[in-house]
């Protein structure tokens, strides 16, 4: 999708999968197969108009529209994610903001005013709030999730370091920066000194 926006922005018309395999650091018949499972894009020979397939990624991806979404934890992660400005230019507009600590509760960030964890269901059903970013500690993120997903939310981007237990209709995306530090950490040993 970024290669396709990025080859939009330099003027470029159409793409082979060739192409689109060096910018994925894949293989052309991996993008060709992948593209598969969603249909017909693209002809032999000519590749893929660049416009059209990136509207239809938008349309696979969900990101064709707006997601509304609650920020549970207005700490040091929740504050960078609702500063972070890709997530509106990218469809996700944040409704709420939820946190514990007495201080924030009733504070505004932007046109936001932050709620206490008591108004979460109630918050997350009158606004019609879809996704939920879940920026706490892990002693409160089960607790958090299964409020968030009795109040109807649809997937969750789980920040806490703990694997959540929610229903299987329920996505949740685990972002542990220690444990992508650890893989990074490992690619640079396994290098070796000589590279």
């Known amino acids: 999708m970024?290669?396709?926006?990025?080859?939009?922005?330099?003027?470029?018309?159409?793409?082979s999968s060739e192409e689109l395999a060096i910018r994925g650091?894949?293989?052309a018949a991996q993008v060709r197969k992948d593209l598969s499972h969603f249909g017909s894009f693209g002809k032999r020979g000519l590749g893929y108009n660049v416009d059209e397939l990136r509207h239809r990624l938008r349309h696979i991806l969900g990101v064709d529209r707006v997601w509304k979404v609650?920020?549970?934890?207005?700490g040091r992660i929740g504050s960078a994610l609702f500063e972070y400005p890709a997530f509106e230019s990218r469809g996700y507009e944040c409704v709420a903001i939820i946190d514990?600590?007495?201080?924030?509760?009733?504070?505004?960030?932007s046109s936001l005013e932050i709620h206490a964890p008591d108004d979460l269901e109630?918050?997350?059903?009158s606004l019609g709030v879809e996704l939920v970013i879940l920026a706490v500690p892990a002693r409160v993120a089960q607790e958090m999730a299964d409020r968030a997903v009795n109040a109807g939310i649809q997937g969750i981007l789980n920040f806490a370091p703990i694997r959540l237990k929610v229903p299987v209709h329920v996505?949740?995306?685990?972002v542990n920066l220690v444990m992508q530090l650890e893989a990074l950490s490992f690619?640079?040993?396994?290098r070796g000194p000589d590279l």
């Not at 690619?187 to 396994?190: I, P």
């Open 100 to 109: 514990s600590d007495p201080e924030k509760i009733g504070s505004r960030w």
């Open 70 to 74: 609650a920020l549970i934890g207005a």
């Open 2 to 15: 970024r290669s396709l926006e990025d080859l939009e922005g330099s003027g470029a018309e159409t793409v």
């Open 25 to 27: 650091q894949t293989t």
């Open 171 to 174: 996505p949740v995306e685990d």
């Open 187 to 190: 690619a640079v040993t396994q």
């Open 122 to 125: 109630s918050l997350l059903g």
